[in-house]
């Protein structure tokens, strides 16, 4: 038998409660896996607490990453005891995720943990730290360097922003962070961020162009800030977009697009192919300033998650928060 927490659905209400599973209960899919850690961001936070519609099919193990090691494999890539690690790929809302003691997942969503990299450093970055490497690489390709000017990043106190300015600042990039909270300057800072600008300010609606401030532009938030990095990025700046969190919609124009060459880079962590991914997880193993993991994140045990859980919803946690399974 092994922990789980397991989220249920009764007259329209979502209840989350820690239950005794036994291996049996796993769904049937190619690895087995026990688990060593999982993380808490946003989405799960919605899932848990039953403040957003992110889960449909009840009972639900919630939690969108794990790593851990392999018990038992049907595919040959994995073999006992090999480390691996898994973000994305519907886990935690549309198949049983990472909040169990063990969890049964197709081999193709995995990735073996890069070498010298260990688990719980591994879910410090998660798959925020994933998103966060995927974006830089997204500006990187479009030519943006630290010497064609600032990087903005928005959302910068949450799990990809937190990652994102530690990335930027460490690779050597001069950073501005958006936060909608005063009291993260300090941790900001901490982090690398050179300038500390307000979210209700970056969410005044823009005019087709602004004054051009950024060489690049990092967005976890959407709708309203988004169309205005928009407006504000430079002649051929790239604009690397993966978040939802504000809206779906984007009040902007052509206008940047056409008059700037500005471009608009969407990054999804969940259907990146898996070379991508793997080089990915290889640069945050050396390109992760090592001190900022301490910064970042935050070690729960699986029966604290309902509590923070609305904590994170409720824009009170700042950077990551990592799951001990072992605890």
């Given at each position: 038998?092994?922990?789980?927490?397991?989220?249920?659905?009764?007259?329209?209400?979502?209840?989350?409660a820690?239950e005794?599973?036994?291996?049996?209960?796993?769904?049937e899919?190619?690895?087995?896996?026990?688990?060593?850690?999982?993380?808490?961001?946003?989405k799960?936070g919605?899932?848990?607490?039953?403040?957003?519609?992110?889960?449909?099919?009840?009972?639900?193990?919630?939690?969108?990453?794990l790593?851990?090691?392999?018990e038992?494999?049907?595919?040959?890539?994995?073999?006992?005891?090999?480390?691996?690690?898994?973000?994305?790929w519907?886990?935690?809302?549309?198949?049983?995720g990472?909040?169990s003691?063990y969890?049964?997942?197709?081999?193709?969503?995995?990735?073996?943990?890069?070498k010298?990299?260990?688990?719980?450093?591994?879910?410090?970055?998660?798959?925020?730290?994933?998103?966060?490497?995927?974006?830089?690489?997204a500006?990187?390709?479009?030519?943006?360097?630290?010497?064609?000017g600032?990087?903005?990043v928005?959302?910068?106190?949450?799990?990809?922003?937190?990652?994102a300015?530690?990335?930027?600042?460490?690779l050597?990039?001069?950073v501005?962070a958006?936060?909608?909270?005063?009291?993260?300057?300090?941790?900001?800072r901490?982090?690398?961020?050179?300038?500390?600008?307000?979210?209700?300010e970056?969410?005044?609606?823009?005019?087709?162009?602004?004054?051009?401030?950024?060489a690049g532009?990092?967005?976890?938030?959407?709708?309203?800030?988004?169309?205005?990095?928009i407006?504000?990025t430079d002649?051929?700046?790239?604009?690397a977009?993966?978040?939802l969190?504000?809206?779906?919609k984007?009040?902007?124009?052509?206008?940047?697009f056409?008059?700037?060459?500005?471009?608009?880079?969407?990054?999804?962590s969940?259907?990146?192919?898996?070379?991508?991914?793997?080089?990915?997880w290889?640069?945050?193993?050396?390109?992760?300033?090592?001190?900022?993991?301490?910064?970042?994140?935050?070690i729960?045990?699986l029966?604290?998650v309902?509590?923070?859980?609305?904590?994170?919803?409720?824009g009170q946690?700042?950077?990551?928060?990592?799951?001990?399974?072992?605890?």
């Amino acid at each position: 038998m092994f922990k789980a927490l397991v989220l249920n659905q009764n007259e329209g209400k979502t209840t989350a409660a820690v239950e005794q599973l036994a291996i049996s209960d796993l769904p049937e899919e190619d690895v087995l896996i026990k688990v060593d850690y999982s993380s808490l961001n946003y989405k799960d936070g919605l899932a848990v607490t039953g403040k957003g519609k992110i889960i449909r099919n009840f009972p639900m193990v919630p939690g969108i990453d794990l790593v851990g090691t392999v018990e038992e494999s049907a595919d040959a890539r994995y073999t006992k005891g090999d480390k691996v690690v898994l973000t994305g790929w519907g886990v935690g809302e549309n198949y049983w995720g990472g909040y169990s003691q063990y969890a049964r997942l197709k081999a193709d969503w995995l990735v073996p943990l890069p070498k010298g990299m260990d688990p719980i450093r591994t879910m410090q970055i998660g798959t925020a730290g994933l998103t966060a490497m995927l974006c830089v690489m997204a500006l990187e390709e479009g030519g943006v360097t630290p010497e064609r000017g600032p990087v903005v990043v928005s959302g910068a106190a949450g799990g990809v922003g937190s990652v994102a300015v530690a990335i930027l600042s460490g690779l050597g990039y001069t950073v501005a962070a958006i936060t909608g909270r005063a009291e993260t300057e300090g941790y900001l800072r901490a982090l690398g961020a050179s300038e500390i600008l307000s979210r209700d300010e970056m969410a005044q609606p823009p005019r087709p162009l602004e004054k051009q401030k950024w060489a690049g532009a990092i967005d976890t938030v959407g709708d309203t800030i988004l169309a205005r990095m928009i407006a504000e990025t430079d002649y051929s700046g790239v604009v690397a977009a993966c978040g939802l969190a504000a809206s779906f919609k984007l009040p902007s124009t052509v206008m940047p697009f056409i008059l700037r060459n500005v471009r608009l880079q969407g990054v999804d962590s969940v259907s990146c192919p898996y070379e991508r991914r793997t080089n990915a997880w290889q640069r945050l193993l050396t390109q992760l300033p090592e001190n900022a993991l301490g910064e970042i994140a935050q070690i729960i045990a699986l029966d604290e998650v309902p509590d923070y859980a609305e904590k994170i919803t409720n824009g009170q946690i700042q950077g990551r928060v990592v799951i001990d399974l072992n605890a």
